[in-house]
C-alpha cells in the first residue's frame, strides 16, 4: 500500500505563486509515476499534470502549461506541484495521484492510489 498526503495548500491573491507537497509512504518503490488533479466546485476532476518517478519526465495540461510545473525529490519521497500567476479560476481541490505502471495518463481510474485533497483558493 501507498500513502499520499498533500499539503501546502491554501489563500493566495491572483499573480501570487504557492507551493503544493505530496508526501510518499509506504511502498514507494513500487509506483512509476505521479499525477495531480484539481476539481474545482461544480465540476469534475481535471487533469493537470504528470511526472515520472525515475526519469522525470512532466507532461501538462494546456490548462496550466506555463504557469504550472512538478517536480520531485526522490530522497525526501515528495512530489511538488509549483504553480505561479495564479488565476482566480485555479481555485479548486488539488490531488495527487500514484500510479505503478510508466506511461503518461491524464485518466482518473488509471492511478491507483489517492491523497485526500488540499484546498486552494486564488482571489481577484
Known amino acids: 500500500q501507498v500513502q499520499l498526503v498533500e499539503s501546502g495548500g491554501g489563500l493566495a491573491q491572483a499573480g501570487d505563486s504557492a507551493r503544493l507537497s505530496c508526501a510518499l509512504s509506504?511502498?514507494?518503490?513500487?509506483?512509476?509515476?505521479m499525477g495531480w488533479f484539481r476539481q474545482a466546485p461544480g465540476q469534475e476532476r481535471a487533469w493537470i499534470g504528470y511526472?515520472?518517478?525515475?526519469?522525470?519526465?512532466?507532461f501538462y495540461a494546456d490548462s496550466v502549461k506555463g504557469r504550472f510545473t512538478i517536480s520531485r525529490d526522490n530522497n525526501k519521497r515528495t512530489v511538488y506541484l509549483h504553480m505561479k500567476n495564479l488565476r482566480p479560476e485555479d481555485t479548486a481541490v488539488y490531488y495527487c495521484?500514484?500510479?505503478?505502471?510508466?506511461?503518461?495518463?491524464?485518466?482518473?481510474?488509471?492511478?491507483?492510489?489517492w491523497g485526500q485533497g488540499t484546498q486552494v483558493t486564488v482571489s481577484s
Open positions: 511526472v515520472s518517478l525515475n526519469e522525470g519526465l512532466a
Open positions: 509506504g511502498q514507494v518503490p513500487s509506483l512509476s509515476a
Open positions: 495521484a500514484a500510479r505503478k505502471y510508466s506511461g503518461v495518463v491524464s485518466k482518473q481510474e488509471e492511478y491507483e492510489y
